[in-house]
């Protein structure tokens, strides 16, 4: 969940701290799996909502959006031109449809944080595209994500190649420190300058979760309902989630489930 809401200073995790995160952070990433088979053509977005907060209640977690700054479901689920913060409703899910689902999970008093993409039956080659460069903005920024560098090298190459691709970067939210509480220090830009920033040091846990867009990079956040979170031109927009621990060796992503990354041998 993209928030900016950090006034602490950045907090290094204790290696007790990492193991419980680490436990709430596999939850939310097993809530998108367990959701996943229901994404479908017919499938309204509170029905969607009801499975992920079912699966979080039935392991022992509490869905951390709800009553979050008035929030009102247990899950955000952002369709099509929805960035992200799309509060669950009537919207049945049509053929061609992209739909990001946004989960976090408290466990054991700590935070989880994880959103990926779905495509919704047959979805159109440009469509396709969109979701799988921002995967790739994705994977781009974990790379940097290692003792020594500097945080915003993150954003810079997230940025550099989703506008390589013909995109654009939404930089009106971000990623955030996360673990103790929901949103801590630092915020994670997704478009930033080269060589800036905090120095990245072990115990430091936070999301990256770059939203791109096909058209204009700004947003318009709803009136009615003061979340949800729109690309301004009508546009595609797609958004993908980790929550990192850095390390003193390769960055430890403890959203991983898949094993699409390699774990680190040594954490602190």
């Known amino acids: 969940m993209a928030f900016r809401d950090t006034k602490s200073k950045i907090i290094l995790k204790t290696p007790a701290q990492i193991e419980g995160i680490r436990e709430s952070?596999?939850?939310?990433?097993?809530?998108l799996k367990a959701v996943e088979p229901y994404v479908k053509p017919g499938a309204s977005t509170e029905f969607l909502n009801k499975i992920c907060a079912e699966f979080m209640l039935e392991h022992g977690a509490i869905p951390a959006t709800l009553g979050y700054h008035g929030y009102p479901k247990e899950s955000c689920i952002s369709v099509n031109d929805v960035i992200c913060h799309g509060i669950p409703g009537k919207y049945e899910l049509r053929d061609g449809d992209i739909v990001n689902i946004d989960i976090t999970t408290i466990y054991k008093s700590f935070f989880g944080d994880t959103s990926k993409m779905f495509l919704v039956g047959e979805v159109a080659p440009h469509a396709k595209k969109l979701v799988e460069v921002t995967k790739e903005c994705l994977a781009i920024g974990i790379r940097e994500c290692y003792s020594g560098n500097a945080l915003n090298n993150i954003g810079y190459q997230i940025n550099k190649y989703a506008t390589s691709n013909g995109y654009s970067t939404v930089y009106e939210f971000c990623g955030h420190g996360v673990g103790?509480?929901?949103h801590e220090e630092p915020e994670v830009c997704h478009i930033a300058e080269k060589n800036?920033?905090?120095?990245?040091?072990?115990?430091?846990?936070?999301?990256?979760?770059?939203m791109i867009n096909a058209g204009k990079a700004r947003c318009k956040v709803d009136r009615k309902d003061g979340w949800t979170a729109r690309t301004i031109d009508g546009r595609l927009s797609a958004q993908f989630e980790h929550t990192i621990c850095i390390t003193k060796d390769k960055p430890y992503v403890l959203t991983d489930i898949d094993g699409e990354f390699e774990l680190p041998t040594e954490i602190l």
């Open 180 to 182: 103790i509480k929901f």
């Open 196 to 210: 800036t920033g905090a120095i990245l040091a072990p115990g430091m846990i936070f999301t990256i979760e770059p």
């Open 25 to 31: 952070s596999l939850l939310a990433a097993k809530t």
